[in-house]
């Protein structure tokens, strides 16, 4: 039998009255996961998707309306959140503004009776460890937003929970901050092999800091994977779409199949994609054509012609908008100093990498 650290069963959560269906709210519906021992799992999604309705009944700060939740081995659905062997970092800090550093971090260990040398100890530890040595007598409003964070994460750590709970930890850092952040919480993590749970809506910090990610839209589990599969393999268009910076969905027909290798009709070319499970000749596909997956080359090469509708140059990459016989598309260009760069109107030549594109089956309406 498979052993995790965390599982949850069947869970669903509805806010309202019972029998008052117009004011009935199914946040999370019936979803089923499980967080292996020392695992950074990542719920990623759009606001009102389930996501923290989700971490909160983890932490017992929400109660299931069906469902169990399971901590190593044991339902865990009526225990309240101070005995649950969980911490949680809040998107808000949540810090005590009349108390130290040292003792915002200290304020767990002295509710759990612990002696003066023992909590001395761990605080200073646990400092360390978030990288605020010598700070531990200031005021939390004396502190950046990075380092009141650092303080957040430092006081749930010190309780050396069994599983870490964040909140959306990083949403109120700005932009270079919060990937200096997210690299530092990894880096704790890793090191301290903590079973962590994270919420997020944000793509690229879910990639960049997880083992597994769980995309969440209504309520419900879309798809589970590491970043790569999630990123690479999306089961369904909500995943493609909510995965990429911009993603074009251009039609295609399957007109023979090879093999691992699939040839698709698309627009007036026939083009080599990889096989996925259960395409056969005569279905109609959607490729997920991401903007690095597309190459801008001189008119009159390439697959299809297209025509520059806007150009914006970032120094390590061009982003262009064109037009692809009526379709727009976005392409980022890397290391633009190697190439000459199109200008806004002009006739281009279009490939698409199709060993980066991923098909899925049509949906028809």
């Known amino acids: 039998m498979d052993w995790y650290s965390v599982e949850l069963i069947d869970v669903t959560k509805i806010f309202g009255h019972r029998g008052a269906e117009s004011h009935r709210i199914v946040a999370v519906d019936d979803i089923s996961l499980q967080l292996n021992q020392g695992e950074l799992l990542t719920l990623l999604g759009p606001s009102g998707c389930g996501k923290t309705t989700t971490l909160r009944m983890v932490g017992g700060f929400e109660t299931p309306t069906s469902g169990r939740i399971l901590l190593d081995s044991r339902v865990i659905n009526n225990v309240p959140p101070h005995r649950r062997d969980t911490a949680m970092v809040f998107q808000s800090y949540a810090l005590f503004p009349h108390l130290t550093v040292f003792e915002n971090i200290a304020y767990g260990l002295r509710m759990r009776k ?116 999630v990123y690479a393999r999306p089961v369904n268009r909500f995943v493609a779409d909510f995965m990429g910076k911009k993603t074009t969905f251009l039609d295609g027909t399957v007109m023979s199949v090879d093999g691992n290798q699939v040839n698709v009709q698309v627009m007036d070319a026939l083009l080599p994609f990889e096989r996925v499970s259960d395409i056969t000749p005569g279905d109609k596909v959607e490729l997920v054509v991401r903007s690095e997956t597309i190459d801008i080359v001189p008119p009159g090469k390439g697959t299809f012609p297209g025509r520059i509708i806007h150009a914006a140059y970032f120094g390590s990459q061009v982003s262009y908008e064109v037009d692809l016989l009526g379709t727009g598309i976005t392409a980022e260009i890397p290391n633009p100093q190697e190439r000459d760069m199109f200008l806004r109107g002009s006739e281009v030549g279009i490939d698409l990498k199709t060993r980066s594109i991923h098909l899925l089956p049509k949906v028809m309406n």
């Open 114 to 229: 612990m002696e003066a040398s023992t909590i001395s100890a761990k605080a200073r530890h646990a400092l360390s460890l978030v990288g605020l040595d010598g700070m531990e007598d200031r005021p939390p409003g004396s502190l950046s937003g990075g380092q009141q964070q650092r303080v957040a994460l430092a006081r749930a750590l010190v309780v050396e929970p069994k599983v870490l709970l964040l909140d959306e930890p990083l949403s109120n850092l700005d932009a270079r901050l919060r990937a200096q952040m997210r690299i530092e919480i990894r880096k704790i993590q890793q090191a301290l092999n903590m079973t962590s749970m994270y919420v997020t809506h944000d793509q690229e910090e879910a990639m960049s800091l997880s083992d597994r990610i769980a995309v969440m839209n209504h309520g419900q589990i879309e798809q589970i994977g590491t970043p790569q599969d």
